[in-house]
């Protein structure tokens, strides 16, 4: 059930930043600045979905991006991620860390790293994030609904974990 949750709070993060890079005329580095969002997410396809609100802050030129994303959900649930990807074409490729932690909790934070693979496709980022070990694959899809704002929705087992629309700060 752990790896389920750091699965979904890995993902929503990196759908906010594959996310622009879907759109043809959209560069990497038109994803630069700061970007924040709200949704629901939950930590495994068992828990229940709980609000959430996230913050970004992305570096990016034309071929590579990082970035750094915290999310508060309502229930308690806390994640931190930072991405690094290149883009080659319309393929993605790069890693991905999280740590989570429940607030109020005496708990250790989790600490999860993975590899990111994915292709844009028109509006849409389809990425999969592999954790090693037993750990379930996620699925990440990101579409871009305008140049300031964009949807993202991370599935594993059948399951959606995180749906977050995202809008450039202001």
Known sequence: MRDHRLIGLLLAPLLLFAAAPAVAETKLSDLAGTWSGSGTDRDTPMAAAQPTQCRAR??????RLTSDMTCNGQAGLMKQVRLAVTLSGTQFTGTAE?????????AKPTRRSGTVTGTRRGDSAMLTVRFPGLTPNATVTMTLTSPASFGLTVSTLGSTLTQVDFNRAR
């Open 58 to 63: 992305v570096t990016a030129d034309l071929t």
């Open 98 to 106: 999280q740590i989570s932690s429940m607030r109020n909790s005496s």
